[in-house]
């Protein structure tokens, strides 16, 4: 678009018209009042100018510079984003001409810009393609001192660069997504515990995981918060054996990141939680021999396990006492009672 000024027929008022397409040589037109009714565009011998030009306005000159009024993100408004295309609305305080995208730096990502301008002091910036499908990081979109060429109606050019009131010239693009899931879930039995182990994913998904959470089945765990592996899941129903007598559980455990949780992890092996000292599969309060891994039984309430009386391995440590009661030794579980001392064994 090119801005000529000539003088009018209306007393030799000084005047700018905006003319489309530019004339090759402006030398050759004037301005002429039509009939007191529109300004045109005529060539110097006083004939309507035939090739079609359009007169955009005819304004009267002013000495002030444009201004950026406001820097404002137009779609999304909000940041973080996951958007694919993102705008902004830079509003100046009269319309500007000669606003093209090369008058811009655009900077963390490789997409498009693209100006639209309303020709009453608001421009749109629109972002497109690119990378932006994919990106995670900060995308602005800042005037570039060395190239732009804006100017008012009047010629003026833009020259003060910072914005009178807001300046949000930036968006953070995020195009995050759940973790992978944890893989290797294995679990070991406690005391009404299980202790859950599993490797972490190998995708975070553009975000830190930030926990991990278990869940049992049958459900008496639903979304144990966990740190990491391993994790100690509580809240579990002791059993009195491990493969009898209890509830056998599975577990799954998810990653969690910003974006939210992962799918669960493959279920771990079923174990049944007890109370067991020495780790033989039997619950204390069902074990003759609670610190012994290798005796369980004394049917024969000798005080010596059942593998120590057959000329086995088990060491038959009980380190009790047996006292005399109706003409039968048996193990004394009473601790008010003074005990008579008939036999201790020690392997």
């Not at 002013?62 to 137009?74: K, N, Q, V, Y």
């Not at 994790?231 to 969690?256: D, I, K, S």
């Amino acid at each position: 678009m090119g801005g000529y000024e000539k003088s009018s027929a209306r007393g030799g008022q000084r005047l700018i018209a905006l003319i489309t397409p530019e004339a090759p040589d402006s030398s050759e037109y004037y301005l002429s009042y039509n009939s007191g009714t529109s300004w045109e565009l005529q060539e110097a011998q006083g004939r309507v100018q035939s090739t079609p030009m359009t007169i955009t306005g005819v304004f009267a000159p002013d000495g002030t510079p444009p201004r950026i009024r406001s820097i404002a993100r137009l779609s999304p408004s909000s940041s973080p984003t996951d958007a694919d295309t993102v705008s902004w609305r830079w509003t100046f305080t009269e319309p500007v001409i000669s606003v093209e995208a090369s008058d811009f730096t655009v900077t963390g990502t490789t997409a498009t810009l693209s100006v639209s301008n309303d020709g009453a002091g608001v421009i749109d910036l629109t972002l497109t393609g690119g990378d932006l499908a994919d990106l995670n990081g900060i995308v602005a979109v800042t005037i570039d001192s060395s190239t732009q060429n804006i100017t008012d109606l009047s010629l003026n050019e833009l020259s003060d660069l910072n914005p009178i009131g807001d300046n949000v010239d930036s968006i953070e693009v995020e195009n995050l997504t759940v973790p992978d899931a944890p893989t290797n879930a294995t679990a070991t039995a406690g005391d009404t515990t299980a202790s859950l182990s599993f490797d972490v994913p190998g995708d975070d998904g553009g975000s830190a995981i930030t926990g991990y959470k278990a869940t049992s089945t049958p459900g008496d765990v639903a979304g144990f918060a966990c740190a990491g592996s391993p994790c100690t899941v509580t809240g579990l129903t002791n059993g009195t054996e491990y493969t009898t007598n209890g509830t056998e559980y599975t577990f799954t455990v998810a990653a969690t990141n910003a974006k939210g949780d992962s799918l669960p992890s493959n279920a771990s092996n079923a174990v049944t939680p007890l109370n067991d000292t020495d780790g033989d599969g039997v619950a204390d309060d069902e074990d003759a021999f609670p610190n012994d891994p290798v005796e369980t039984l004394d049917s024969d309430n000798d005080g010596i396990g059942e593998n120590g009386d057959a000329g086995g391995t088990g060491i038959g440590v009980v380190l009790r006492t047996r006292a005399y009661s109706m003409g039968r030794y048996r193990p004394s579980r009473s601790p008010g009672r003074a005990p008579r001392v008939r036999q201790l064994r020690y392997s």
